[in-house]
């Protein structure tokens, strides 16, 4: 059974430092991976997806990257500001099967 | 186009009472999702509907959970005798299949199911 996790549960970060989120998973057989945004009280938005074949996608200011082998992605946010305070959602789909596996998320703070 | 729309946006039951959740994927979108959200924890997974059919349905609870899609667009989840148990945030995906596309499941808002 695919497990995903995160960890820290919440960081706290200032204004303008760059941060690394983590997502681990135990079953390397993976399809892709998608990290999404929540924010407090709303629904999942997508912010990248990184095919199995991928090493790495890039928007903007994030850039995620993917071990596929040590079952693990980083998300990675440069010069953060007070507006990407959210929860992180980290979410693996695995195999034939077209079910998202998700971790139980990062929520960020950035402080002005 | 518009992004996947889910209705009502809160619910608010008693126990033992039934209620109908609303899903509309985004328009062409042959793959629908249903997850359920409990607070503090990430998505769960409940059912997923390729066109018409549930593909997979092993993530429905119980008995008591009930899917249908009887058009290939709009989705509703049901739920019978509802318990307090069942109080969490319900969303729904959509998205386009094909290996090209990565398969990318965009959500909606949600609804959030309160059972008094």
């Known amino acids: 059974k695919q497990e995903v996790t995160q960890i820290p549960a919440a960081l706290s970060v200032p204004e303008g430092e760059n941060l690394v989120l983590n997502c681990s998973f135990t079953?390397?057989?993976?399809?892709?991976l998608q990290w999404f945004r929540q924010d407090p009280g709303k629904g999942l938005t997508s912010l990248l997806l990184i095919q199995s074949s991928q090493r790495e996608q890039t928007s903007g200011r994030l850039n995620a990257s993917l071990d596929k082998s040590s079952g693990r992605s980083t998300l990675y946010i440069a010069a953060s500001q007070p507006g990407d305070s959210a929860t992180y959602l980290c979410?693996?789909?695995?195999?034939?099967?077209?079910?998202?596996?998700f971790g139980k998320g990062i929520t960020l703070s950035v402080r002005p | 186009g518009a992004g996947v729309s889910q209705t009502p946006s809160n619910k608010v039951t008693e126990k033992g009472k039934y209620v109908e959740l609303r899903c509309d994927p985004i328009?062409?979108?042959?793959?629908l999702y249903w997850y359920r959200q409990s607070l503090g924890q990430g998505p769960e997974f409940l059912i997923y509907?390729?066109?018409?059919?549930?593909?997979?349905d092993s993530g429905l609870p119980n008995d008591r959970f009930f899917a249908v899609r009887p058009e290939g667009s709009v989705s509703t989840l049901k739920i019978q005798r509802t318990e307090r148990g069942d109080s969490a945030v319900y969303l729904c995906a959509s998205s386009l299949i094909g290996a090209a596309l990565g398969n990318e499941q965009f959500f909606g808002p949600g609804t959030r199911l309160t059972v008094l």
């Open positions: 509907f390729q066109g018409t059919g549930a593909a997979d």
């Open positions: 979410a693996v789909r695995t195999g034939a099967n077209s079910k998202l596996t």
């Open positions: 079953d390397s057989a993976i399809y892709n």
């Open positions: 328009s062409g979108h042959t793959a």
